[in-house]
C-alpha cells in the first residue's frame, strides 16, 4: 500500500511542478482518497500523504468485515 501510494503521489507531484500541459494523467490531486482496509491501511495512507505534504487530501477507508469506514485521528 505505502509503494502504490507513495508512487502515485510523487507521479502528481512531478507533473504538477512541470507545469500545465495536456495529456497529464496525473494533472490534479483528488478530493478523496479512499483506502481498502481497515485502521492499519488508512493510517499508512495518512504516513504517505504526510511524508509527501499533501495533507490537505482527505482520507478514509473501508473495512469489510463489519463494513465500517475509518476516518483518521482518535
Not at 481497515?38 to 500523504?49: D, F, S, T, Y
Not at 482527505?58 to 468485515?65: D, E, I, N, P, Q
Request: glycine residues 10%.
Amino acid at each position: 500500500m505505502e509503494e502504490v501510494l507513495t508512487r502515485r503521489f510523487r507521479n502528481y507531484l512531478r507533473e504538477r511542478d512541470e507545469g500545465a500541459r495536456q495529456g497529464k494523467r496525473f494533472a490534479y490531486p483528488p478530493n478523496l482518497l479512499l483506502v481498502d482496509g481497515g485502521k492499519g491501511q488508512l493510517n499508512v495512507a495518512v504516513r504517505v500523504l504526510e511524508e509527501l505534504g499533501l495533507e490537505d487530501i482527505c482520507v478514509a477507508s473501508l473495512a469489510k468485515r463489519f463494513e465500517e469506514v475509518h476516518l483518521p485521528g482518535p
